[in-house]
């Protein structure tokens, strides 16, 4: 064995060691307050490269029927039993950081800071690599009551946001969107703060403000802070958004209600709640009438699916070019000799990350397509 195998052989021997013990397995065991280096993040990978993890997930047969009939082999299907969500965006947004700039399918450098779907046809210019993230935000702060109540109240509006991710729509919103507003991004991850602090909310920009909230807003009765750790006061704000956030994609269930109280609770009364997502259809059906009940009014409903899908055609060279990258910044993991597991991790670590993109062919894909589930943009005022 010559001296690049002994070496490999021996830092995947370290990444196995390390993944036992931190983070532990990346789609469950990674904390939210955790922000991995580069070196974590690859001997993680490696360590889960030679876990029993890849090898289950390609061969068992689940025989579920979530909304159609997937296999993770075929189309990277994977259910919420299956990871945990603190851990896999903990990853995400440390992977992410760690990429830093890279260049579009079309040439052009960007930092991924939009982990967002988003929608088809958007206004931004074709080249820009991030152009169906920003419709998303833009849609939703354009909604018919939301310019209304700009129109009414003046653009001087406060707006909070629950899991803000990086910031990026906060960014575009205070940026060029609303540019007089005072902005609270809130987000579970520490990963996704830190991005958001130094990207984001830097001295050219005052109005926006980057909090992490440990546990995520609602869960355990959390409660929403501020930047300065105060509980942000009842009826103050004027608009509440959640775009693509990983809530109520089961059920309207307890997590979900909690959440839907503390927007009300920060809401001044007439203020507006902006959702916008894809999810499993039966949910907004459900959703719609719960919050109705519960001292919202629905004022807009708009039925963005058939965008979604064409934004998901339309980015497909941009996500291979960006996946790529990602998997040529750890050879040991996707590249080492042993046993072919590098070439079979490769298979399985990119079902994961297109399915969590909703990429063409994958069960999430899928599922749009089918009308299984609905990309919405909703509009609630609080009564």
């Known amino acids: 064995m010559g001296f690049c195998n002994k070496l490999a052989v021996v830092v995947a021997l370290l990444g ?11 789609l469950k065991g990674i904390s939210s307050d955790i922000v991995l280096s580069g070196l974590q993040i690859h001997l993680a990978i490696a360590g889960f490269c ?23 082999a075929d189309d990277g299907d994977i ?20 990429a830093g700039t890279v260049m579009s399918d079309r040439g052009v450098p960007y930092e991924f800071t939009f982990n967002t779907w988003g929608i088809a046809p958007s206004p931004y210019p074709p080249e820009d690599p991030q152009r169906h993230g920003k419709a998303a935000y833009a849609g939703l702060v354009h909604l ?15 707006i909070v946001e629950i899991g803000c991710g990086t910031g990026a729509g906060a960014n575009l919103i205070t940026r060029e969107l609303l540019t007089k507003s005072v902005y609270t991004g809130i987000d579970m991850q520490k990963a996704a ?57 089961i059920e309207i269930g307890p997590e979900e209600k909690m959440i839907f109280k503390e927007i009300q609770r920060m809401l001044k009364p007439g203020g507006l709640f902006l959702w916008g997502n894809a999810l499993p259809t039966r949910v907004w059906v459900d959703a719609m009438p719960y919050l109705n009940g519960n001292g919202f009014k629905l004022l807009d409903n ?19 070019a960006y996946v790529d990258h990602l998997f040529s910044q750890y050879p040991l993991a996707f590249k080492n000799p042993f046993f072919g597991r590098g ?12 399915n969590f993109y909703r990429h063409p062919g994958t069960a999430l894909y899928l599922k749009m397509v089918s009308g299984y589930d609905s990309y919405m943009h909703q509009s609630y005022e609080k009564l």
């Open 193 to 249: 703060i830190d991005t958001c602090k130094k990207k984001h909310a830097t001295a050219d920009n005052p109005g926006l403000v980057c909090v992490q909230e440990p546990g995520g807003v609602g869960n355990g009765g959390n409660q929403a802070h501020d930047g300065t750790g105060a509980v942000i006061a009842d009826n103050s704000v004027d608009f509440v958004i959640i775009s693509e956030t990983h809530i109520a994609d």
């Open 50 to 72: 030679l876990s029993p993890i890849p090898d289950k997930l390609m061969k068992e047969q689940r025989g579920r029927d979530i909304g159609g009939d997937f296999e993770f």
């Open 302 to 320: 708009l039925n963005h699916t058939k965008g979604a899908v064409t934004a998901r055609d339309e980015d497909v060279p941009r996500v291979d």
């Open 144 to 158: 018919d009551a939301a310019k209304a109540y700009v129109e009414k109240h003046g653009p001087d509006v406060r």
């Open 79 to 98: 259910e919420n039993e299956d990871y945990d969500k603190g851990s896999i965006y903990s990853l995400l947004y440390a992977l992410y950081s760690n």
């Open 343 to 354: 070439e079979m991790c490769l298979k399985v670590t990119d079902r994961l990350l297109k």
């Open 16 to 26: 196995v060691g390390i993944y036992s013990i931190l983070p532990g397995d990346i």
